[in-house]
């Protein structure tokens, strides 16, 4: 059996339903090209054995994607993307990545927790985007 695609977690600190952090997933995997047109994602019930969650849980996410034009079940078979969110900004996202990495090194040994890490993140990317930053 091939491995899957994608693995979902949950975070129970995220402010998000469990439903809406699946998709939420998805659609960055999708913008992060780790997900492509025509993969299979993982079956409900072994997403939501995996993640000890209400089958109905994974189903409601799924449905949501798919009203959204992301992926389309087939029946007997599974469900898979149909469409992706990469863009040409794909090729810039390895050496960002990298720079991302360093930032995350140098922000944990100044003794920022993840949950510190993230509100920085959050409000900088806030205070960035109110800004005409070229």
């Known amino acids: 059996m091939e491995a899957p695609v994608i693995e979902f977690h949950l975070n129970s600190r995220s402010g998000l339903s ?3 952090q699946l998709v939420q997933q998805v659609r960055h995997a999708l913008r992060l090209g780790l997900l492509r047109e025509g993969d299979r994602l993982p079956t409900v019930k ?8 209400n089958p109905n849980t994974v189903l409601k996410a799924y ?3 798919e009203h959204d034009g992301l992926v389309a079940p087939r029946p007997g078979v599974g469900t898979f993307v149909t469409r992706t969110l ?3 900004s794909l090729a810039a996202h390895g050496p960002l990545q990298k720079d991302l990495q360093r930032w995350l090194t140098k922000a944990r040994l100044a003794g920022l927790d993840d949950e510190s890490i993230e509100a920085l993140f959050v ?6 985007a109110g800004e005409d930053v070229a």
């Open 46 to 53: 072994d997403v939501a054995r995996q993640m000890a969650i």
């Open 63 to 65: 449905r949501e994607l």
């Open 18 to 20: 469990p439903y809406q």
């Open 86 to 88: 990469a863009d040409a």
């Open 123 to 128: 409000s900088t990317s806030r205070n960035a």
